[in-house]
């Protein structure tokens, strides 16, 4: 049975640093390098500032993380119930935003894309949106000499 | 988040510390634009994100925030001492286009 984890959290901004060190947490088990670990908690930050910037703009809501362990590899889940993207294309142009008056980069899909092994997004307007992500570690070199000793 | 400035010969330069995010990004945002109101006279800002230890694409809003205000009054800005995963987000977003790395 892998492992996994699940974790429900207020859409407040102050459970960022929460939600991204909570999948690092999870992630650690899995030996990832430190790089492949900043990448994981830069993907999961920019996942749920999504949820807390535009899935609710500032009003209440809830936002689902799980987790799971497949060998080397952390399957992400993040979701929210939020108002959902009307052009799923567009959004993760880089640069593209819709609060350009806010000081936004538009760089959060596209760090998700270029950070994890794999990237999806699932949104319809006034149904949430769900983002799946997926980081294979390479085993590090202490645990593969470890391993070639046995 | 911490952020601080000390100026010398004409350069201010802000010192940030911390974790760069969207919850810390609303504080940071008003302390360097203190900062910089401060010191309107200098010739050129220094952003030195040594003391950064994560930083996501709010990092990069809040640098072209002050890069679009600075380039108001034609001061030129520059960033200094990011960490390797500050600096892979900072590359893969052109930012240093604008805010050169010194």
Request: proline share 3%.
């Amino acid at each position: 049975m892998n492992n996994s984890m699940y974790l429900k959290i207020p859409a407040l901004s102050e459970n960022e640093p929460f939600a991204r060190d909570t999948v690092a947490a999870f992630c650690v088990r899995l030996n990832p390098s430190l790089d492949e670990l900043s990448d994981v908690k830069t993907a999961v930050s920019e996942a749920v500032t999504n949820c807390i910037v535009h899935a609710y703009a500032g009003r209440e809501g809830e936002i689902e993380i799980s987790c799971e362990a497949e060998g080397d590899t952390v399957h992400i889940r993040i979701s929210d119930s939020g108002k959902g993207i009307e052009d799923v294309v567009r959004a993760v142009e880089p640069f593209f935003t819709t609060l350009e008056e806010e000081e936004r980069s538009g760089m959060g899909f596209t760090i998700m894309q270029t950070f994890m092994t794999s990237f999806r997004l699932q949104s319809a307007p006034g149904q949430g949106t769900t983002v799946y992500m997926s980081k294979k570690f390479s085993v590090q070199d202490a645990e593969r000499a470890r391993a070639d000793a046995v | 988040m911490n952020v601080s400035g000390k100026t010398c010969s004409g350069t201010l330069y802000i010192f940030l510390s911390g974790e760069l995010d969207e919850y810390s990004a609303v504080r940071a945002r008003s302390e360097a634009d203190e900062l910089i109101r401060t010191h309107a006279g200098c010739s050129r800002v220094v952003f030195d994100l040594s003391g950064v230890h994560f930083m996501d694409s709010a990092g990069i809003g809040f640098l072209l925030g002050r890069y679009k205000q600075l380039s108001r009054s034609r001061t030129p800005a520059f960033i200094r001492s990011p960490d390797l995963a500050a600096d892979k987000i900072l590359t893969m977003s052109g930012v240093y286009s604008l805010i050169p790395k010194i």
